[in-house]
């Protein structure tokens, strides 16, 4: 099996890729578009350079890495993917032979995240209206993605990940809530500027508390991405 996990940034998405990564039976794969993307929009993101050294540009031969033999002979292979990603110029027709899965989150903590490591995020950047839309693509495939929200796995990661396999069609495997302190071998080498809290963590962090309060234009963008996360929100596990 083949799962593509789509969110935006500051999303439990990679603790999610650890999570299945300690399945022992997938392999994963970390923003496999990220190089692609850059090279595309001209991008200046935090270690732009390295990242376009690190993997292919070329956005078909990311395709057929994708579709082609799973990394070291594994059952199933597991696909971080951003969503502000998914551009003009990034195919989609792949994503027809894929399992999709929406990884949603309060767009409230996403801009407050997000925002304290890349300076004046635009909606763009935050990934919330690409989401929406690549959930309108995978269902004009007459395909039925699944829908789960990231305070729904840190208030119960057992039950949520259990209802997401079941969904897919996998068994859950109690691996799945913990992982080695330190990351992943298959982390992209964007980590050491991202990842800091997860390589700290051996699971899932606890339910956070309240929304953060935004003002100016962090209130305003959240205005913006409120409508796409409540429309996918309805839908969620």
Known sequence: MRIAMWSGPRNLSTAMMYSFAARGDCAVV??????????LTGLNHPMRDDILASQSQDPEEVV???????????????????TQHMIPGIP???????????????????????????D?????????????????YV??????????????????PEGMLTKLCAAIGLDF?????????????DDGVWASHWYGAV?????????????????????????????????LAALKL
Request: net charge negative; aromatic share 10%.
């Open 30 to 39: 970390d923003e496999p578009f990220y190089a692609a993307y850059l090279r």
């Open 92 to 118: 989609r027709d792949w994503m027809a032979h894929v399992a999709n899965v929406f990884l949603i989150r309060h767009p409230a903590r996403v801009i407050a995240s997000f925002g304290a490591k890349y």
């Open 173 to 185: 495997i109690p691996s799945m809530l913990n992982w080695p302190r330190g990351g992943h071998p």
């Open 64 to 82: 057929k890495a994708l579709l082609g033999p799973v990394p070291a002979d594994k059952p199933h292979f597991y696909q971080k993917h951003m």
């Open 120 to 136: 004046n995020p635009t909606l763009e950047d935050i990934g919330f209206t690409q989401q929406t839309e690549l959930y309108d």
């Open 139 to 156: 269902l004009g495939l007459g395909h039925h993605p699944v829908v789960i929200d990231s305070a729904d796995i840190r208030r119960d």
């Open 199 to 231: 390589h700290a963590s051996t699971g899932f962090a606890p339910a956070e508390g309240d929304l953060p309060e935004l003002e100016g234009k962090a209130a305003e963008l959240l205005e913006q991405a409120l409508p796409h996360y409540e429309r």
